[in-house]
């Protein structure tokens, strides 16, 4: 198979949602993995919930091996994205909160696009997902507008879970442009993406 097809193999697979052994079968593809740069500064609102929650933000994982791709996994992937975008009712911070930026578990059945992703984190963790392969990440939509996601790391490349589909795609399949996410070594640190840049991510979408 040629690296094309592969590729097209690869993101079928992802941004259909089928978990098929001859996609997870293949190598992984030289792109797969998102290139990181250097320390960065981290978002206002998870600074602010960290402050909130000091120990959910000083997680050293000892695990850093990328999560291994399998049927399985992808179904579970697959299964969280759906429970928490069908139980979580889209929200803005300010129409919960009064102001901009709040960062929280939406515990309440609302929240935004970055509630959404503590969410996911928090059920993939306490099925046994390592911290280290559950990264909240900052986009920008191709609108222009912040949007927060999560980045799970496998040995098959970068997915992403994402409160505006259902679907489990493979990062560079998505159409965003990827700011920044958390430091796979440690919870409370940022690292840049394509070099980054200040965007809030507070939005509904």
């Known amino acids: 198979m040629t690296s094309s097809a592969m590729a097209r193999t690869l993101r079928l697979c992802a941004a259909t949602g089928l978990a098929v052994l001859g996609c997870w079968g293949a190598p992984a593809l030289a792109g797969g993995a998102m290139a990181t740069g250097g320390m960065t500064s981290q978002p206002i609102g998870h600074y602010d919930f960290?402050?909130?929650?000091?120990?959910?933000?000083?997680?050293?994982?000892?695990?850093?091996?990328?999560?291994?791709?399998?049927?399985?996994?992808?179904?579970?992937?697959?299964?969280?994205?759906?429970?928490?975008?069908?139980?979580?009712?889209?929200?803005?911070?300010?129409?919960?909160?009064?102001?901009?930026?709040?960062?929280?578990?939406?515990?309440?059945?609302?929240?935004?696009?970055?509630?959404?992703?503590?969410?996911?984190?928090?059920?993939?963790?306490?099925?046994?997902?390592?911290?280290?392969?559950?990264?909240?990440?900052?986009?920008?939509?191709?609108?222009?507008?912040?949007?927060?996601?999560?980045?799970?790391?496998?040995?098959?490349?970068?997915?992403?879970?994402?409160?505006?589909?259902?679907?489990?795609?493979?990062w560079d399949a998505t159409g965003y442009r990827f700011l920044k996410r958390q430091a796979i070594d440690n919870t409370g640190r940022w690292v840049s993406i394509r070099g980054g840049q200040q965007v809030l991510v507070g939005a509904v979408q």
């Open 50 to 170: 960290c402050k909130a929650h000091p120990g959910e933000c000083s997680i050293r994982p000892s695990n850093l091996v990328p999560a291994a791709m399998t049927d399985a996994f992808m179904r579970k992937l697959i299964s969280v994205t759906a429970r928490v975008n069908a139980a979580v009712k889209p929200m803005s911070d300010y129409d919960i909160y009064g102001k901009d930026e709040v960062w929280a578990y939406p515990d309440k059945g609302v929240g935004d696009c970055e509630d959404y992703v503590l969410e996911k984190r928090r059920q993939l963790f306490r099925s046994g997902v390592s911290l280290a392969d559950l990264l909240i990440t900052v986009v920008r939509k191709p609108d222009g507008e912040g949007h927060a996601v999560l980045t799970v790391r496998t040995d098959k490349g970068d997915y992403v879970l994402d409160n505006l589909t259902d679907k489990v795609k493979i």
